[in-house]
């Protein structure tokens, strides 16, 4: 019989306490996996973010890190509205009904308006136009969140750059800038409400509870992307505002009446770009002629913040602000005391094995009599205390996970990142096990040490 | 007289209490225990007989003089080196059995074996056990055997690593006495049949008289006479 053998009967033969102290273990690493998934799945999520195809977004006034959270990640409220004047300012000559080249436009490759405040079931419904998807790209920047990204940590290699690709369709297509009320679902959405391309949706007006607006037509779900417009509802932003709240009060003899759901089929009359607003533009900078990318934007950025218009801000710096004042300390504290949670239930494993170090006297000097060694009895302790680590190990990963699960439902809603059983956070959790196996044998010392020094003449009598 | 597979010259011993008195416990000039030879040692309570056990199975030092097992002085031998000869070498029946509690009877024979040079063998076990008359009783913990077959386990433990000498004590102390003629009937004749040398302390005499060879450790050890 091996040491091993011996170990696991030893085990056995104290089962309720052996359960019982790898069960306390296993809360406490329960909670230090699932601090560590939720930790890294938020940083990803947030990473994910920052390589959507632009890297500007111009909204009003306000906080900037508000103004990312909210047309990045759909989170959080939006600040103001901007007026449609200023985002012409960013369009080129042949999309502006002046003929004139906007003021920035010279610095922008690609300015995509987004107008929220709508929901649906529970989503953020974001008014936009085609050019989101067929102009913008997801995925730049970094390698994208998700299992290849994690397979790659788990084993050790870094973050490849990933060139930014196209928008993709599950099923259907994009919406044509002329389908006022055809809409795009991210892959998350559509796989928990169960719509399909052809569906019709309503979103609400402010809240779930809102006032229902007219019907949408689904004309297609996007491929995953691992990214927050997984979970957004899009739509041609020419049908978000002729719904009734959408469009700015105007001068009377130039409002316009919102169109009712019966007049989809002949083509209701967009709303007069004087009663436009938009929330945010999302800006692809332009790389000059002879001038650093970094620099358009920095000089567009300066000359945006200096005028009274709005506001622009980059995710990227944005995010990492984010992270380094808020999330890293967060995760860092949850991080500790957790860790001093799996140390207390660790000091379980010695009040455990100190506890029972009477009846393991008698056993050790029997075994000492048979011929055992000093170093066979010192192994066999640390072993139980090894095997009782590993075994409240595995039941606290487990329950970890299944945390992170149940509490999924809650990130999703609150932080806007998706969470699942299969959420890992591999280097840290691979870095848990010998961590925990040290802390059980630093327990499992001083009963081990009890045995090895154990008077056998003694204890047999 | 055969080779002697124990031998002791000139052995002493004594314990230190608390006051800080020294206490003779163990004075022997000789004492020999042959190849395949049966014998019983008896003696009063406190007159060393569990210590002299102890010596010679190395569990304890002597302050002086020679202790020879199968030829191997144990007072030259490490730690280590003794604990290998014991496991290999001796059997040992404890007064209370000493089974580990959470161990199948086989897993008891088998933790014996596992401590010896060889390796560990679940059919030799079992045969160890079957021939101790437990074959049916070969995955019963200690508390679900009586305390005959408890015994029984214990001899084919001491077995298990083919063993030069068995040293019992007190084997039957703790059974009734319709059980002891069984009990030291088991350990004469398994030993006589494996060609185990067999040295039983015991305290009784009728236990004694039914070996052809007995001792008084009161007769040999000095510090016993002193002491007594």
Known sequence: MSLFGIAWRNIRQRLLTSVLTALSLGLGVALVVSTLVIGDIVKQAFNSGSGLGYNMIVGAKGSPLQLVLNSVYLISKPIENISWAFYEEFLPAAARTDGAAGRYAGSVQTAVPICMGDYFRGFRVVGTNAAYFDKLTWGGGGAPAGLGRRLRRAVGLADARVEPRAFAFASGRNFRDDEFFGGVLGCDVAAKLGLRAGDPFAPTHGADDGLVHDPFTVTGI?????????????????????????????????????????????????????????????????????????????????????????????????????????????????????????????????????????????????????????????????????????????????????????????????????????SSAPAAEMLLVPFLIGLAILAALIPALAAYRTDVAKWLG | MSTPVIELEQVRKSFVMPGGERVPVLDIDAFAVADREQCALTGQSGSGKSTLLHVISGIMRPDGGRVVVDGHDLTRLGEAATDRLRADTLGLVFQHFNLLPGFTALENVLVAMSFGSGRPSRPRAADLLASVGLSHRLHHRPGELSIGQQQRVAVARALANRPRVILADEPTASIDTAHQDQVIELLKSTCAEQGVALLVVTHSPEVAARFPKRLRLEDFNRAATHHG
């Open chain 1, 222 to 422: 996007l491929a995953r992307t691992d990214t927050p417009v997984d979970r957004g509802v899009y739509v041609n932003m020419e049908g978000f505002y002729l719904q009734e709240g959408h469009a700015k009060p105007a001068a009377e003899e130039a409002a316009v009446k919102p169109a009712p759901v019966d007049d989809h089929a002949t083509s209701p009359v967009p709303l007069p770009a004087s009663q436009r607003e938009v929330t945010a533009i999302l800006v692809e900078t332009a790389a000059l002629p002879g001038l650093p990318a970094e620099l358009t934007a920095m000089g567009l950025r300066t000359a945006i913040n200096e005028g009274r218009d709005g506001q622009a801000a980059e995710p990227i710096r944005e995010i990492s602000v984010l992270l380094d004042l808020f999330v890293r300390p967060l995760e860092l504290l949850l991080l500790l005391v957790t860790t001093l949670v799996v140390i207390v239930s660790a000091i379980g494993i010695l009040v455990s094995m100190v506890g029972s170090s009477l009846e393991r006297s008698r056993d050790v000097a029997v075994m000492r009599a048979l011929g055992a060694r000093r170093s066979h009895v010192l192994a066999t302790v640390l072993l139980e205390a090894v095997l009782l680590a590993a075994g409240g190990g595995i039941v606290g990963w487990g329950l970890g996970h299944a945390l992170v699960a149940a509490v999924g439902p809650l990130i999703t809603t609150n932080a806007g990142v998706s969470a699942s059983l299969l």
